[in-house]
Nanobody, 126 residues
Framework: QVQMVESGGGLVQAGGSLRLSCTTS????????MGWFRQAPGKEREGVSC????????SYADSVKGRFAISKDNAKNTLYLQMNSLKPEDTAMYYC???????????????????WGQGTQVTVSS
């Protein structure tokens, strides 16, 4: 059974930082491209960032480029998202997923599996 458990969210002031973690199980993490998605209230879920299975290549949405950094630890089956210089518009529920492939066009990111984790809430106050 594929499981993703996201953590690390919270309430932070604009300009602050958070580090999200996603521990995974039920599939082979090492060869998997992985991604982060987010969903703000009243909006569609959108891709934020992705990373190839080896960690050698990553892609970012224009809105987070230069502020967020994705990484994966294959030994720990864990995906990370370092978020710096946070803005109120980053407020959303954040989810991780194994993706079909890490596309340079973030809007093309797709969850390989049907299920999502519970997500972790990020709230940025102005």
């Amino acid at each position: 059974q594929v499981q993703m458990v996201e953590s690390g969210g919270g309430l932070v002031q604009a300009g602050g930082s958070l580090r999200l973690s996603c521990t995974t199980s039920g599939f082979n993490f090492g060869p998997a491209d992985m991604g982060w998605f987010r969903q703000a209230p009243g909006k569609e879920r959108e891709g934020v960032s992705c990373i190839t299975y080896s960690g050698s290549t990553s892609s970012y949405a224009d809105s987070v480029k230069g502020r967020f950094a994705i990484s994966k630890d294959n030994a720990k089956n864990t995906l990370y998202l370092q978020m710096n210089s946070l803005k109120p518009e980053d407020t959303a529920m954040y989810y991780c997923a194994a993706v079909s492939f890490c596309s340079p066009v973030i809007s093309e990111l797709q969850n390989r599996f049907s299920a999502w984790g519970q997500g972790t809430q990020v709230t940025v106050s102005s």
